[in-house]
């Protein structure tokens, strides 16, 4: 399998003016059958090298920021490697993940242990003597990202990394992550764009008129979506990655691996053989002259920041004097 990334950056300073906020949703998605789909650990991870890749590459993003958080959520973490690359980068941060799935929960509750042994393990060697071992500063917690159990005004940074196009609601998702967010705290994340998994999408639209592949939401409207919830000053980027297959059975499993169809309006049944034929006939029609299948995900990037407020929470206006010194 080999990756091809095509850099199409797209810095769009959206406007910071504050129209009324209405909730709507982005898709009619199955929080339920989200939760299920990734409750299979094993299959998930089939498709962990393109997190991996991901989150390289929003800590780049991330590096150009000047930024010391105390506390940052790790939204949709998974299994917790993200909470790992986060703690090497904010060492005296306390860092939380949370996920709607307890099974990756459990998985990273148990990568988390295991890495607490080896940090054990390094300090009694190196510092036999001093009777203590330091804990990595975690916590795991399981929920939704538009009701997160955290109290207003506590965490410096929310991180997320592929995980918000499965929420049906993301503009309260950016509500909610505004509320957490102390003021000048940071919001970074990334998830999938409307040209995600297109071949499949135009081979089932061959097949039968039903809802196969997520509508993922345009990153523009994402940052329109900034600024409804409050956020100052909303940055998006957008590049498109082509991931390539020899086979038409090893794409359609990476596709279950990514979380498959969580739609509410999916059909209940199987896939007929005759219908499942023909959608292999449609991808292998796109074989490339190199003799691979490409699989397209587009990949957005946004940051944004909580600025400060403007009224108080009685509706009072604050205004602020910069003195300087008279010359």
């Not at 199409?8 to 339920?32: G, H, V, W, Y």
């Not at 592949?213 to 329109?224: E, R, S, T």
């Not at 900034?226 to 359609?252: C, H, Q, R, W």
Request: one cysteine or more.
């Amino acid at each position: 399998m080999a990756i091809i990334a095509f850099h199409l950056t797209c810095r769009i300073p959206m406007s910071t003016s504050l129209p009324p906020f209405e909730t709507s949703q982005s898709a009619p998605i199955d929080l339920r059958r989200v939760r299920q789909l990734f409750a299979q650990p094993a299959l998930v991870r089939e498709s962990e090298f393109m997190r991996r890749e991901i989150s390289s590459r929003m800590h780049e993003r991330l590096a150009l920021v000047k930024l010391t958080p105390q506390r940052v959520l790790d939204a949709g973490c998974g299994a917790g490697p993200d909470i790992y690359t986060l703690q090497q980068r904010f060492s005296e941060a306390a860092i939380i993940g949370l996920d709607a799935s307890a099974a990756m929960l459990s998985m990273a509750k148990e990568q988390r242990q295991t890495a607490q042994l080896s940090v054990n393990r390094l300090l009694k060697k190196w510092l036999p003597f001093t009777g203590k071992s330091d804990e990595l500063a975690s916590d795991l917690l399981c929920g939704d990202f538009a009701q997160l159990p955290l109290a207003p005004n506590t965490v410096d940074l929310v991180w997320s990394n592929l995980a918000l196009h499965w929420h049906p609601q993301p503009d309260r998702v950016f509500a909610e992550w505004r509320r957490i967010l102390r003021v000048d705290g940071l919001l970074m994340f990334s998830c999938f764009g409307p040209d995600t998994f297109k071949e499949l999408r135009n081979a089932f639209a061959g097949i039968d008129d039903g809802a196969h592949v997520l509508p993922f939401v345009d990153m523009h409207d994402f940052g329109d979506m900034l600024v409804n919830a409050g956020f100052s000053t909303p940055v998006m980027d957008m590049e498109t990655i082509t991931v390539t297959y020899d086979t038409v059975e090893k794409l359609l499993a990476d596709v279950r691996a990514w979380g498959g169809n969580p739609l509410a309006t999916r059909g209940r049944g199987l896939l007929g053989r005759a219908a499942g034929a023909r959608i292999k006939v449609a991808l292998e029609a796109r074989r490339r002259p190199d003799g691979k299948l490409p699989l397209t995900f587009e990949i957005i990037y946004g940051h944004a920041f909580r600025p400060v407020p403007k009224t108080t929470s009685g509706g009072e206006s604050i205004v602020q004097w910069n003195l300087g010194k008279n010359r």
